[in-house]
Structures are given as structure tokens and as C-alpha cells.
């Protein structure tokens, strides 16, 4: 069953956020001597790495970094995902290099990029073919269309069963090619936060309230089919994004 809180603002979402990914990587790290954190892109989730980036208390050598979804853009353009973190968290914090994984937007596909993604991911979990590695938490926004990561309703990523990294076309804009983690992976967390805000958001919402009453199968929208095999589903969502 999925956890559904609401607050007032964006700014009460980040800081909730930013209580639950603490507790999250305490509990990680105490298990396991380290989180593995998949990102997600947007003006939510950046609010949240702007306060992760003012603390003072947190062991960055503990923690690995990764982007759920990312246009095949470089680092610098604005639509990148992985720009907004550099600016938000990583130009701020001391963390080993090694522990960021961004995807390779250097290749010379997107599907390149895909595949390299996946085996970095598999490399980092020592995971072979056919396993799907357990993230501690997964991040996530949704998008006007109740679009997640980079699985757009209707396109073939969101259907995706044995590869953990796609190439994806969009269905919004960016009218740009994306690197996306699949449902398989995303529904192999520990904990999966979605993060919206604004009344644009509504609509959708309102639809995946819906499908998270029914099997995953049967869920209308992306956002809606994401169901943590073992672990937490938790939506963050402020009460324009949850108006009726």
C-alpha cells in the first residue's frame, strides 16, 4: 500500500524529504556501511538537495549517487538532469568521485549510453544477468501526463520487463532521447519517493490515486504502476497537486 502525505508547500515536501532520505541512509548504512540513492531531475527534488547540501553532518564517503532518468544532452545544457544535481548538491559537497554515477550522455547512442548505464549499475552491486539490484531509495517526480523518470505513457519503456536501463522517447518536452531505469528496477527499492507539487500535477494525481487501488497491470499511468516488490512506497505531494 502506498504511504500518501500531504503538505502545504514545496518547501514542507523538502523537508520531509530530507528527513526521510537522512533516516533512510542512517538505516542503510548502520546495515550495510552504505546507501545507494537514485536521484530524480526537477524543482522539487532540487529543493531537497539544496538542504542535503547545507548539512554538516552527513559521511558522503558513504554514499552513492545515481540518476533515475536523464535526456541525452551533455552536462551542460539546462535540460540536464544531471546539471541540476552538479549545481544543487555536487559543487557544494565533498564526495568521492567514484561514488557518482551519472549516466554516460558521452556516448555515441543513447542506447549506448543505456547498456553502459545498466552495467555500471550492475558492477557497482556485483549483480549478474537476471538479477535486479535492490537501490536503498529511489527517488521520483511525475509529470502533467503522471509520466515517472523517464517512462512516458504509451511508449515502449514503460513496458520494459528484463532490461534494468532503456533508452526512452519522450513524450513531453524535451523533445530529446533519455536514458530511463525500467519498472523492474525501480520496483526492486528498498523505499521508492515520489515527490509532486502544483496544480498541474492534479489531474494526474487524481488518476494514480485511482490506479494505486488496482494490480500494477491494470494501472492508466507510469507513476501508478510502480510498486516496491518488498519495500515503501511513499508519495510527498502538497494540496494543489492533491485537489479534487
Do not use: C
Not at 16 to 38: C, H, K, T, W
Not at 94 to 99: D, M
Not at 218 to 239: M, N, Y
Request: glycine share 6%; no cysteine; aromatic share 8%.
Amino acid at each position: 500500500m502506498a504511504n500518501i502525505q500531504v503538505f502545504d508547500s514545496t518547501d514542507e515536501i523538502a523537508r520531509a524529504a530530507e528527513e526521510y532520505v537522512l533516516a533512510a541512509a542512517r538505516d542503510s548504512i548502520a546495515a550495510r556501511g552504505v546507501f545507494n540513492l537514485d536521484l530524480a531531475g526537477g524543482s522539487t527534488p532540487r529543493k531537497l538537495y539544496e538542504r542535503l547540501a547545507e548539512r554538516t553532518d552527513i559521511d558522503w564517503s558513504k554514499w552513492h549517487l545515481f540518476m533515475g532518468d536523464e535526456r541525452f544532452v551533455p552536462l551542460d545544457d539546462e535540460r540536464s538532469n544531471m546539471g541540476l544535481v552538479q549545481t544543487a548538491l555536487l559543487d557544494k559537497i565533498t564526495i568521492p568521485k567514484e561514488n557518482v554515477h551519472f549516466v554516460p550522455v558521452g556516448e555515441p547512442t543513447v542506447q549506448a549510453a543505456a547498456q553502459a548505464y545498466e552495467q555500471e549499475i550492475r558492477d557497482h552491486f556485483k549483480t549478474e544477468a537476471g538479477d535486479v539490484p535492490a537501490f536503498d531509495l529511489v527517488l521520483l517526480g511525475m509529470g502533467p501526463d503522471a509520466h515517472t523518470a523517464s517512462l512516458f505513457p504509451g511508449k515502449a519503456a514503460v513496458s520494459e520487463t528484463q532490461k534494468l536501463v532503456v533508452a526512452s522517447e519522450a513524450g513531453l518536452q524535451p523533445f530529446v532521447e533519455r536514458v530511463t531505469f525500467t519498472l523492474p528496477l525501480i520496483d526492486a527499492a528498498k523505499r521508492v519517493l515520489f515527490l509532486a507539487a502544483g496544480a498541474d500535477k492534479a489531474e494526474a494525481f487524481r488518476t494514480v490515486r485511482q490506479d494505486l487501488d488496482k494490480p500494477p497491470k491494470q494501472a492508466a499511468t507510469p507513476a501508478g504502476k510502480v510498486r516496491p516488490s518488498s519495500g515503501e512506497l511513499q508519495w510527498f505531494v502538497d494540496r494543489a497537486a492533491n485537489a479534487s
